[in-house]
């Protein structure tokens, strides 16, 4: 699956919004397209779903006797899948931890 994500865009958003937060104005390149972080996090979610379901399919796929499918390609399928998955899992923490401490902020 190829990565939706451009970090060249993200790198521009990021320094404006520190250049933002500093107080300084910085102009921002408005011929990229600006991405909702909802969008985002929806794109996230369903590479991961997609490779988890990949993986299963080919895991599937070797244990009826495909002779197409190799174990090692199983494996790291799996391995793929495992690891973003737990990169979402830390997001989802990280998300939720940001969440509680802006509503435990003082007004």
């Not at 939706?4 to 910085?26: E, F, Y």
């Not at 921002?28 to 990949?54: C, Y």
């Amino acid at each position: 699956m190829a990565n939706t994500i451009n970090p060249d865009t993200l790198l521009v958003q990021m320094r404006a919004l520190a250049s933002q937060a500093q107080g300084k104005a910085m102009a921002v390149d408005t011929a990229a397209p600006r991405a909702e972080f909802s969008d985002l996090l929806s794109k996230a979610l369903n590479v991961v779903n997609g490779q988890q379901q990949d993986a299963e399919k080919l895991a599937e796929a070797f244990q009826k006797g495909d002779p197409k499918v190799q174990m090692a390609e199983v494996m790291v399928s799996l391995q793929k899948a495992g690891v973003s998955f737990q990169a979402m899992l830390e997001v989802r923490n990280k998300l939720t931890s940001a969440y509680q401490e802006i509503m435990n902020m003082q007004i």
